[in-house]
């Protein structure tokens, strides 16, 4: 028996599938970044329709229900994907400090 929210989960795979395409189609995503994304939204909605594929993997971690692995997943990849952010915010504002320098040493040498 299908619920409603996994026709929700279901439709809103199928929309993130399409919008991967479109930016692959935009050239904004590589075959490669294109391929990723597939494959993580079929399996997105695979486990929204078929909810029970995971509890080998509940089972195995001594979680009571999926929403708990669910849950302990998405803070995980938050935790990952603010520190991938701050690393590229870092090296961002390394090059930029490094630009700004030698701007400022070109512009003081001409002025000499």
Not at 11 to 37: C, D, I
Not at 62 to 73: E, G, K, Q, W, Y
Request: hydrophobic share 55%; charged share 20%.
């Amino acid at each position: 028996m299908v619920l409603g929210i996994q026709l929700v989960g279901t439709f809103f795979g199928l929309f993130m599938v399409y919008y991967s395409f479109l930016h692959f189609k935009r050239k904004e995503f590589t075959a490669k970044e294109f391929g990723f994304w597939i494959i993580l939204w079929i399996a997105f909605i695979y486990i929204s329709i078929f909810p029970d594929s995971l509890d080998f993997i509940v089972k195995r971690l001594n979680l009571a229900r999926t929403l708990d692995l669910f849950i302990i997943l998405g803070f995980i990849i938050l935790i990952a994907i603010f520190f991938y952010t701050y690393t590229l915010v870092r090296v961002n504002q390394k090059r930029m400090e490094k630009i700004v320098r030698d701007i400022a040493g070109k512009e003081s040498n001409i002025k000499k």
